[in-house]
């Protein structure tokens, strides 16, 4: 408590490193009904359903559709810059879901022996994998 009367650098660090330990232990996603720390992004046109919604350190992810989904859409957090692709396979399930650009594939792959995980490959190299960290 000390901390709390010793000034408002103290306060807020002493809050600082609280809301830290907080975050680190509590989950993004919480369990029957209690709520999450972060809402996910959904890049889907108002006239689309969404699918999927997920989110890696540094991307954005919707799966859109309609009946079926459809569209992948990626958006990189730090630009904003995004990309709108027409799936090329995806899992009925849900688990996975592929999207391609001319040399590049995009894959959503989720709940594998290692995780979830947004794949970005080039000429069937791997160039980018990051671990989701959130998804519905």
């Known amino acids: 408590m000390k901390n709390l009367v010793l000034g408002r650098k103290s306060l807020t660090l002493s809050v600082s490193i609280f809301l830290g330990l907080l975050v680190s232990v509590m989950p993004l996603r919480q369990v029957r009904g209690q709520t999450r720390i972060a ?19 540094n991307f954005w992810v919707s799966i859109c559709g309609g009946d079926a989904p459809y569209t992948y859409v990626g958006v990189d957090k730090e630009t904003g810059d995004d990309i709108r692709l027409d799936l090329s396979d995806y899992d009925s399930s849900g688990e996975y879901f592929e999207a391609v650009n001319g040399d590049y594939t995009y894959y959503v792959i989720l709940n594998t022996a290692r995780g979830s995980f947004l794949v970005v490959e080039q000429d069937g190299k791997e160039i980018l994998r990051e671990p989701l960290q959130d998804w519905e």
Request: one cysteine or more; charged letters at 25%.
């Open 39 to 57: 809402e996910l992004q959904d890049y889907c046109y108002q006239s689309e359903s969404t699918y999927f919604l997920a989110e890696t350190r």
